[in-house]
């Protein structure tokens, strides 16, 4: 089974090109392929494949050829991965099945439009946020007061005065489950300068991460909206790079590296 | 460049077949191949070479065609790897550059004999080792007596009555650093039936590791001496799988599956 994997900001990715839908691709598989050891090792799957002929994307042919059929790493379906899409979008063009500017991919949630050059960032558009008013967390014996931002996935976007770095982000930081019945995305920020911030991340069902989309776009928001803004583009530096978010009117983009590190031959079990 | 990946007991490997020493493969290299997220992912690099071409062990090439120029994940080069030549050797059968059946791996601890069939298990000669004594550890509160094995490293085994199961190896275990002043791995170990013990391991340098060759033997010389005992076959379940080791009079063996799991291109950043 041929792959190809990349990252963005150590977001990393397995991607599987299947143009004609002719894979299996079972939970199981991408469980396997996704193992860090006995596998390939990633964060999750990119299935490659023509959208007209997914059938559960068939509708979406028309303004968009490929599909992005992402899996997490324990091999259940997601709508969308923000750097996965970069990711994605990279290899089209890198494979010569997409030219160079802007591209539709077709998700589970929708066509999302990414823009990339042969060099460089990528970017993709990430829709708008919706703010949800205030919760709290508690990371280590701390509470942190954050603001609520639903991005398709839900987030708890909390601006603190004490350096991320230093934080111990071991173990699952405390939320309130009466705002929160299905978990959520934690981000603790620090603001370090004009339209700049430093994010780190506690996945819901995953932990720390070097670097998660969603969360990025949910930071900005958040810091933002206490700097009495909601239109810019600002900085965001992860554990695994940096990242670029753009707030529009009516959406949001989010933009970074994304890159090819290998491709070969998959040997199934 | 081109590699292949492949695990024993889930200690996994990026190979880098090189057969005329052609490659520089830097400490910068190798970190950059096995970072688990920006790079393949690997506990360490088999680097193929004939050994007549690689001039610090050429010497041996009369007893071995091929040396296993054996990298830590981090870049520094390291004598031996027991599981690290199980997969070496699976890889030399499968690329038709060597038969089944016994052969001979140089090292920089010197010629190795491995011994494999096309399929199922693969055994490695580990040498003699060496009882030093005993020891202490003190593992998240609790302090183990064990015995100190030399096996070309420092390892420090220890049979407890708690179930290995349940401990916590999140952190570095306490050590008497007069006893080990270059570090220790530290074994341990529940005997849980006639010649069979569960280990786990916490290896110097790296933390917490699926499996460790030495330290599976380092466990059962240890086993063996409290049971009075000195040759014959044990088994050493690790949290990777299953592993025997053979106690001879003169030297010990390393046996279990070794697999390969890909191949492909590594894109050079």
Not at 36 to 53: I, M, Y
Not at 145 to 158: E, S, Y
Request: charged share 20%; net charge negative; aromatic share 6%.
């Amino acid at each position: 089974m041929r792959f190809l994997k990349g990252h963005g900001t150590e977001n990393d990715f397995v991607i599987l090109p299947d143009p004609d839908n002719e894979l299996e691709v079972s939970a199981a598989l991408v469980a396997t392929v996704c193992d860090r050891r006995t596998g390939l090792g990633a964060d999750g799957v990119l299935h490659v494949v023509r959208t007209k002929l997914a059938p559960e994307v068939a509708a979406l042919a028309g303004e968009a050829e490929w599909f992005m059929d992402y899996r997490n790493a324990d091999g259940s379906m997601a709508e969308m991965c923000g750097n996965g899409a970069r990711v994605f979008a990279r290899y089209l063009v890198d494979a010569g099945l997409a030219a160079p500017g802007e591209l539709p991919v077709a998700t589970r949630g929708g066509v999302k439009r990414v823009r990339l050059e042969r060099e460089g960032d990528v970017s993709v558009e990430m829709g708008p946020p919706t703010l949800l008013g205030e919760s709290r967390t508690s990371v280590a014996g701390h509470d942190y007061t954050g603001l609520c931002v639903d991005m398709g996935n839900p987030h708890l976007a909390c601006l603190i005065g004490e350096p991320v770095a230093q934080l111990d982000l071991t173990h699952q930081p405390g939320f309130d489950t009466s705002d929160f019945p299905a978990g959520v995305n934690i981000e603790l920020i620090n603001v370090v300068g004009p339209r700049r911030v430093v994010m780190r991340v506690f996945e819901r069902g995953s932990g720390e991460t070097r670097s998660c989309g969603t969360g990025a776009v949910a930071s900005v928001v958040a810091a933002a909206h206490l700097a009495g803004e909601s239109l810019g583009t600002w900085t965001v530096e992860v554990l695994g790079g940096t990242l670029t978010v753009t707030l529009e009117k009516d959406t949001t983009y989010l933009a970074g590296p994304a890159v090819l590190v290998a491709s070969g031959e998959f040997l199934l079990p």
